[in-house]
Nanobody, 126 residues
């Protein structure tokens, strides 16, 4: 089970830090990712991180502004979001893939995600 938190309302240029805690399972063996979904749009990949945290991938629109990280001891994955823009407004979902080693082609595709957390809303005002 994944439980995300940390969303909220922030002005453009501001920052938020999302957290997602996992319960059960073997967290350290999971590929983890963040997705987001704006109203009327498909769910899109935001960032992914490998088992040890050594490999991280981002969608181009957030590269340089967002940072994904994980703490395997705390069973938690984070998404630090800086320089937020109104177009970042969406419900953000943490996700876990339990099979295989890290591969961004699978981590970024909702069809290959095994577990989803409930969304946390991020709203960026202009």
């Amino acid at each position: 089970q994944l439980q995300a938190s940390g969303g909220g309302l922030v002005q453009a240029g501001g920052s938020l830090r999302l957290s997602c805690v996992a319960s059960g399972g073997t967290f350290s063996t999971y590929t983890l990712a963040w997705f987001r979904q704006a109203p009327g749009k498909e769910r899109e990949f935001v960032a992914g991180i490998s088992l040890s945290g050594g490999r991280r991938d981002y969608t181009p629109s957030v590269k340089g502004r967002f940072t994904i990280s994980r703490d395997n001891a705390k069973h938690t994955v984070y998404l630090q979001m800086n320089s937020l823009k109104p177009e970042d407004t969406a419900a953000y979902y943490c996700a876990a893939r339990t099979r295989g080693s890290y591969n961004v082609n699978y981590a970024s595709n909702p069809l290959f995600i095994d577990y989803w957390g409930r969304g946390t809303q991020v709203t960026v005002s202009s």
